[in-house]
């Protein structure tokens, strides 16, 4: 049954699931790489297939700018338009529009704002967002909200969880098919009082799904796990929960432990076309002169094809010499690192041993860093220049 969500195992707040879906079924906890303009950067469909990926997300702001609703309707909707058999979630949009706060203006029925790409004026409404996703025959659609930015003052968390159950609760009324579920999106900031608020004006809707939304945007780790717990323990326990922008190994398993299930970020292949790998005991960055002659794969226990044919030595030769085969070896890694990692968690979470597992993971990132100088200690994305991926 499409939207279906079956609890099979817990082991402490951990949950292992399946989520059913129009164009399969997803096993969660999952994580969903990121497709912002109908690709995952570097990869095609068939990597995607290879490294276990069972859902990817688009993005609808830039979708609704280029290629745009006709182009896609005429190319037979997204799925067609990408190649990609498998769901689709498409986001909002929101968290772009709030990325364009000098572009934009808030008001009740929407959001206006001006193209990054041309300036044209463009105007999202909760109803546009929802036809526009409906039409494109995604499999999960999440409503427009408003994200602010942190530390927020009280005024702007007012608004922003105002106008998001608002939006929320037309989004609800404007559904026309049902092969589309809805997702709606908890705000609230590092308030946790308006987070209780938002969740329970969303969770009244009685939509298929809800995410955490608003976390992930640059506050303390401490911040987003500690929010991420609470709101997650307000959300039905019947219905599955996603942690919006999360994509370190840590991230994931502090997010699987406060029983969330789906999760997404840029981040690996955004690590994937700068040069740095991601691996179970810390990140590093590939150009290091350390590794020009290093025989050995990106990590050892990682059984993808990058670190099954190729050395770090090749890989730090592509890119010192710029060649493009580099990133797109690299993010091909990046991603298998946490769409397996996600598959362990769901293995180890079914036998009942998910805080051993946990444990060991996070101590595994914690260990001394030793002659292959692992950076563990470093922030995600230290040394990175800006996404363009959003």
């Known amino acids: 049954m499409n939207g279906a969500f079956t609890l099979h195992a817990t082991s402490g707040a951990a949950r292992r699931a399946s989520l059913a879906l129009a164009h399969g079924i997803v096993e969660t906890p999952a994580f969903m790489p990121v497709?912002?303009?109908?690709?995952?950067?570097?990869?095609?469909?068939?990597?995607?297939?290879?490294i276990g990926a069972q859902i990817v997300l688009a993005n609808t702001y830039h979708l609704w700018l280029r290629p745009g609703r006709e182009t896609l309707l005429e190319m037979g909707g997204l799925h067609a338009f990408m190649g990609w058999s498998k769901p689709i979630l498409t986001d909002s949009g929101g968290?772009?529009?709030?990325?364009?706060?000098?572009?934009?203006?808030?008001?009740?029925?929407?959001?206006?704002?001006?193209?990054?790409?041309?300036?044209?004026?463009?105007r999202f409404t909760p109803e546009a967002v929802v036809a526009f996703a409906e039409s494109l025959g995604v499999d999960i659609a999440m409503t427009l909200d408003v994200c602010v930015k942190l530390p927020a003052a009280a005024r702007d968390i007012e608004q922003s969880v105002?106008?998001?159950?608002?939006?929320?609760?037309?989004?609800a009324g404007a559904r026309t098919r049902a092969e589309t579920l809805l997702f709606a999106i908890v705000q609230g900031g590092l308030d946790v009082q308006a987070r209780a608020r938002s969740a329970v004006e969303l969770v009244a809707l009685d939509l298929p799904g809800y995410a955490i939304g608003g976390l992930s945007v640059g506050e303390?780790?401490?911040?987003?796990?500690?929010?991420a717990r609470f709101t997650a323990d307000l959300l039905p326990a019947d219905r599955p929960r996603y942690l919006m922008g999360i994509g370190t190994v840590r991230d994931i398993v502090e997010a699987i432990d406060c029983g969330v299930d789906l999760f997404d970020c840029v981040y690996p292949t955004r690590c994937g076309r700068n040069g740095r790998a991601i691996t179970r005991t810390g990140e590093f960055h590939i150009r290091n002169a350390a590794y020009v002659r290093d025989a050995r794969p990106l990590d050892e226990s990682c059984g993808c094809a990058t670190c099954g044919s190729f050395t770090c030595a090749y890989l730090a030769?592509?890119?010192?010499?710029?060649e493009m085969l580099?990133?797109?070896?690299?993010?091909?890694h990046n991603l298998s690192a946490l769409v397996s990692l996600t598959a362990e968690a769901r293995d180890a979470i079914a036998a009942n041993t998910w805080p051993r597992f946990r444990d060991a993971t996070l101590q595994a990132l914690e260990a001394d860093p030793g002659e292959r100088g692992l950076e563990r200690a470093s922030p995600a994305g230290a040394g990175l220049p800006p996404s363009g991926e959003w």
Request: charged fraction near 25%.
């Open 35 to 50: 497709g912002t303009a109908a690709t995952v950067k570097g990869l095609t469909p068939r990597d995607l297939v290879e």
């Open 95 to 122: 968290f772009q529009v709030f990325s364009l706060e000098s572009r934009r203006t808030l008001d009740s029925e929407g959001v206006s704002f001006r193209s990054h790409l041309d300036g044209s004026e463009q």
């Open 162 to 171: 105002r106008l998001t159950s608002l939006w929320a609760k037309r989004s």
């Open 220 to 227: 303390p780790r401490a911040d987003l796990y500690r929010v």
């Open 317 to 322: 030769h592509l890119f010192r010499s710029g």
């Open 326 to 332: 580099g990133p797109r070896l690299l993010s091909y």
